[in-house]
């Protein structure tokens, strides 16, 4: 057995977080956000997660800047399950 597991960030989806993230204020961009965590996801997770609730409809971004999201009223709603 490992000594140590990988970091829970690097192992999960990360679709509930990005949409926590946005839901609680804590930022504007998600990447930026969990950039500074001590052992953070990949960029690529991070970028899926994004592309996957942007196709759902549950996000949409800032088309100048490509790094500000924000919740939909559905993305709101699935945040709150």
């Known amino acids: 057995m490992k000594a140590s597991s ?3 960030l690097r192992r999960v989806p990360l679709e509930e977080v ?3 993230i946005l839901a609680s204020g804590f930022a504007q961009s998600c990447g930026d956000f969990l950039s500074q ?3 953070p996801p ?3 997770s991070i970028n ?3 592309t996957v ?3 759902v409809g ?3 971004s800032d088309d100048t800047t490509l790094k500000s999201e924000r919740l939909t009223p559905l993305g709101r709603h ?3 399950l």
């Open 48 to 50: 899926a997660a994004i």
């Open 42 to 44: 990949s960029d690529d």
């Open 18 to 20: 990005v949409m926590q």
């Open 37 to 39: 965590a001590p052992q």
């Open 58 to 60: 549950a996000i949409e």
């Open 6 to 8: 990988e970091p829970e």
């Open 53 to 55: 609730l942007k196709d």
């Open 78 to 80: 699935l945040a709150k």
